[in-house]
């Protein structure tokens, strides 16, 4: 018996990842997709490469089969999964959301960043983060699921090794982040138009990202205290991938930081330390779930470079949650996610 | 027990490509990967997609390991494997070839265009051309497989239809095709660095290439006649997928051919004919196995028009000889080949 | 004293494009901008290429300004230009219009195309096609200016030659064509996404395209009589470049084109003929007003293939705007208009 | 009478970008060109934008015709112009090197990072830093003219403001910079096929850069004592422009730098300062000569964040020589360099 899978608001680059996911996906499948504006079309003819091998029809967001399903994944702008999750957790279908609705914590913090009140801040309390590899057993238990951001994802895993262990001065971090285009997903907008953003590269939101507190969060969370954080987010001529670039400096720049990172991942599946002198590039984990790290002492200016690679698409949404999926419902962590990296 | 499988010259995209799919096919594995250049490198330290996946080795090609392999993918350029072939069939080491060698049935003809004599004109003959839609049950019995290529696998899919009930004045075919870079492979050179082609675009070989009498067999052998064929190929500005839009006179101007293709192909995995009025995209079937095509009449120049896409490394390389291999061992046609086109 | 140029609807691609190649031109100044949208809006707010260059402001498009300009571009969807065209004439304002709305003779043909009401069918009279290669004369006396499509600028500048000499058949004549996605315009849409097509190709369209029926007029009022035309667009996955590949029949064999196609650009300053064997890439004209035509003769199917290149912003819509410019104002065809290709 | 210009090693990218700005000068001209590989060759078949624009012929580098120009231009590996530079000094020819060979003043430090022995130590003496914001004084009055890399450019024209000013802790500064694809020159090279690196980004050559001892020299010369630095390049999936995004502590929280900014290049044509708010983009100044900056205070963390962009074949190569070569002839110095960003 598979698990039977709902998406809601499944029109979007998140939407057809967790289809092409779960379709491959031996211990599950969809069963109910719904997007308001596509209702009643073939998932097939809104996304070709399904065709012919998807008889899934959208349906609007109040689908009954929904709540026949075992868990629903939201993959909705902010809002929506806040205010419709209770109805599904009241009637045991666990939840995953995608979107930003129970990320943060504190709900005014999360107000003043997404301009809106947060309409149920109970929940908030029950929601665990989905991180596997920062907090697998809360997610084994949990009933809703806040799926991480793309660039939390992969500044997150960079720096958990070096936050437990103590090794560096957590007041004065900076994350350089990049990011291909389909973060920002399919919704018309001159800004992402392939002629306004090929063959260019710019940093954005400087002043503020609403991943910064995400991921100031959860790296004091780790840390115990708070950190010092400056983010600077960048968006990149193609599709797919985040790299983050992320400068510390050491508290003891005699200490070999190497084996603090192989140790803290070596029993992760989806988390690889390149070779001393090797570094990331995106494409070896495109369309995979796995995230690879980079580290380089820089021994002129005492500064530890840390440099990550994810999916934002995969690692850092559909895939992730897909691994929370399985980890909520007592399966194989990686079943179904053992895609290679296309490349090239 | 799964088949064990070697690659004979894995330096390439076809080769990463071969160990991609075959990493995540149930029931074959790599057990012998060759390079010269690469000997004693991990495949991960060439293609780092692979990296904490795969503890491969590249050995040199004359690996005993590879007699001990059930199957063999030369992935060579033209001369290599009708050189070796011989000593694996010989040791009942079934082979194909992903290069050209076996494709053309006439040894002048083939050395007219490889500039090289053919030096086993007897395998030649024993040779079977590896278009699974096309002859599949002389693939079944096949020990030596010519793998077809990129250009041909899409000119022919959409053809063969129409040259097999008459519909079409074969006289007068023309294919305007389009193809990405990885085409043209990972070997060092100017013409291919990304400052040269991307964000351009341009037709070449337009007198002459070497797909051109491979197509021209084919398509005549499916006819049962002399056909008259012109064939330009042109470079897309990005990695994979190819396109070929094909025009034809229809004999009969008032019969319907869309039931001819459906026809065709409604017991074929891996080819979809698209819905009336829809056309088809590369990215449809990035990273699959999948064929698409769309047809449509032109009617005021009684030109009937036919499109079809696939990924030149899956199905018009890499993914059609692992299809070629599963028949060539009793397996499903499709075991290890239903990865779902990147998208996007 | 500068030509004062207005132009209307500058919020585009095409907008943009005439406001970097006016800067540039010595006896030119554009002295007025309108947009709807962007009223009010610093000119180098909009487009940051222009930051420090100009303090140009966008006004609305009742803007008196524009009836003490010398002429006027209308760069605007088209309905627009047909309704306006007259009130700039009457006051001795000369008029490019660089949509679609003076392209089609015939007020009817147009209508079926265009899904609206010609408003004007007496200033279709008047309009002169602006094709500078095909009738100088009738540009350098014109009041109204109807400014050619892009696909039909290729197109045309490659079949003119052939079309005058009588050496093909005119009744089977193939274009297949490709164009970059700035054609598509800057407007908010989800299929010019950089995610929905870069790293994809396709064709749009087949059933029929609006530059069909003013290719087809142009070829047959060259010809003197009427034409078969199968016209197919594609759509590149970058910004800027048009190619056409062009497939005909040649009435006689034996007969050498290539002279033909040299003694008719011999005297023109932006059309190229490259040599024999070597093919034309979109990106040796880009940024620039060149197009370049290579000729291939196919012996085997007796086919003439012909390909030419322009970038669609520049020859294909502002700079062949400004060149007919030129043309009306008694300058030097060339003036402000030889930049040279960007490569790489 | 125009300058006469040559061109030593016009095979790459900076040769034709060379080649086409002065062709575009009109107080320049190149009079020869030299390439051993492309000896005789016409540049319009090498670079076929130049098609119908040039009859200019490659000729080998002992070409006669290069004594009798005004200037040359080194557009070679390192190591050739300092062998040869002399020879031209001697007979009054001034010299412009793009390469690396008299960047840093240091002899032993540049031999540490370019591998070899330094041959002309006594030439690095006379040699200027030809950063015209920096020292146009010393550049109007020089023989010899060192061009500045491409990331030093960037970098030094985002710090200056700052470390004349003494606003900023020298001792911490980190430069994470990005690059096109066209920095890597046209050499055939695996690494920069289109198929490796478009739809990719990655950091490379972490541990250190050549630029790194260039920049660090040169903001050590401005701030009059040693500072820390941390550089990081990233290649990026694109053919032209630098992206830098610095990141340096005030001093004094309290104040205000962007008059800093606005005042230091108050009278520069070239360096633009953007609106408080506003980001740059590499596509603003693709083509041009302009580097476009703009600074974010981060309250929170008390970082500055200075963003500059530049194309790194234009201001970072080819059009500051040009610029040089206008200040050392007394000519305006923006003659020729007047063409404005590519946009789209």
């Known amino acids: 018996m598979k698990i039977k899978v709902g998406i809601i608001g499944g029109s979007g680059y998140t939407g057809i990842e967790l289809l092409r996911i779960i379709h491959q996906h031996p211990l599950a499948e969809v069963t109910s997709i719904t997007s308001r504006a596509l209702q009643g079309k073939k998932i097939s003819d809104v996304f070709p490469n399904m065709h012919g091998l998807s008889e899934l029809v959208y349906s609007l967001p109040d689908d009954k089969a929904l709540f026949e399903c075992d868990i629903v994944f939201f993959a909705t702008p902010h809002g929506v999964a806040m205010d419709n999750a209770e109805s599904f957790l009241e009637k045991g279908v666990k939840v995953v959301d995608l979107g930003a609705d129970f990320r943060i914590n504190d709900a005014d913090l999360w107000s003043d960043w997404y301009k809106m009140e947060h309409s149920q801040p109970s929940l908030l309390e029950e929601a665990v983060y989905g991180q596997p590899e920062i907090r697998r057993d809360a997610i084994k238990n949990a009933r809703l699921v806040a799926n991480p951001g793309c660039y939390p994802t992969a500044v997150l895993l960079a720096l958990k090794p070096l936050l437990e262990s103590g090794l560096i001065d957590i007041s004065n971090i900076i994350a350089d982040c990049k990011s291909g285009a ?163």
């Open 182 to 344: 389909s973060g920002a997903g399919r919704i018309a907008n001159q800004a992402t138009l392939l002629c306004e953003i090929t063959e260019s590269f710019k940093p954005y939101a400087v002043g503020g990202h609403r991943h910064f507190p995400e991921i100031k969060q959860e790296l004091e969370l780790i840390a115990g205290k708070p950190i010092g954080l400056t983010f600077v987010p960048h968006l990149l001529p193609m599709i797919r991938g985040i790299e983050a670039t992320i400068y510390v400096d050491l508290v003891d720049s005699s200490v070999n930081v190497r084996p603090y990172f192989e140790n803290a991942y070596k029993n992760e599946e989806f988390v690889k330390i390149l070779p001393e002198g090797t570094y990331p590039e995106t494409r070896s984990v495109k369309s995979s779930n796995y995230c690879q790290i980079s580290i380089q002492y820089i021994e002129h200016s005492n500064k530890l470079v840390i440099m990550s690679v994810i999916d934002n698409l995969v690692k850092g949404a559909a895939g992730q949650a897909i691994q929370n999926m399985n980890l909520m419902f007592g399966l194989a962590e990686k079943e179904g996610l053992t895609q290679i990296g296309l490349l090239p």
